[in-house]
């Protein structure tokens, strides 16, 4: 306990290194799917509280999520990556083409599915940014949102059954603004 207290200390004490810590730790596990990312976000939640550490999370994710995408699909012709294609990765690769909005956003909202692999399958699918973008930002910000409320707070959200009912409604809402996004992009496609 008392080592979760200097952390704590000196969170506070070096305020701007630790948010780019947590902000680049993000960043960074887009790249490298070993790094526990839902241990990432609890600890910025419960660090720098609960908006300050999902919107840091959330950034950071995203920045990193969108950056592995657009390498992915410049280097998606290369030798290199030549290599992974067989045949049972091209069908996931063409069912991912011809999916849209809510398998994207499912994918990216559940913890336990690999989104290192979603993102290079969606590069490798030739996924406009425009579609993929929207759908991982709403994906990741419900799963962010999941993780970072209950880990600010765990105590006053057990014992609070409207914070339960709040927090499902933020789920609800971000699901629809994310979809109806999607689909004027898709309108003006």
């Given at each position: ?42 600890g910025n939640a419960m660090f720098f509280g609960f ?55 499912i994918a990216y909202c559940c913890p336990f599915v ?76």
């Amino acid at each position: 306990m008392e080592y979760i207290q200097n952390l704590y200390y000196m969170v506070q004490d070096y305020w701007i290194l630790t948010m780019l810590i947590g902000l680049m730790s993000c960043f960074v596990e887009s790249f490298i799917p070993a790094l526990p990312l839902i241990g990432i976000v609890t600890g910025n939640a419960m660090f720098f509280g609960f908006l300050n550490g999902m919107i840091l999370s959330w950034i950071g994710s995203g920045l990193g999520t969108i950056l592995l995408f657009l390498l992915t699909k410049k280097f998606k012709d290369s030798i290199h990556m030549e290599r992974f294609k067989n045949e049972k990765i091209n069908k996931v690769i063409n069912w991912i083409y011809k999916q849209g909005f809510k398998v994207l956003f499912i994918a990216y909202c559940c913890p336990f599915v690999p989104g290192f692999l979603v993102t290079i399958t969606s590069a490798l699918s030739g996924k406009d940014i425009r579609n993929f973008a929207p759908a991982m930002l709403c994906g990741k910000f419900i799963m962010f949102l999941v993780v970072s409320y209950p880990a600010s707070d765990v105590v006053g959200f057990i014992k609070n059954p409207i914070k339960i009912v709040l927090f499902l409604l933020l789920v609800f809402l971000a699901w629809k603004v994310g979809n109806s996004i999607n689909t004027k992009l898709d309108k003006n496609n």
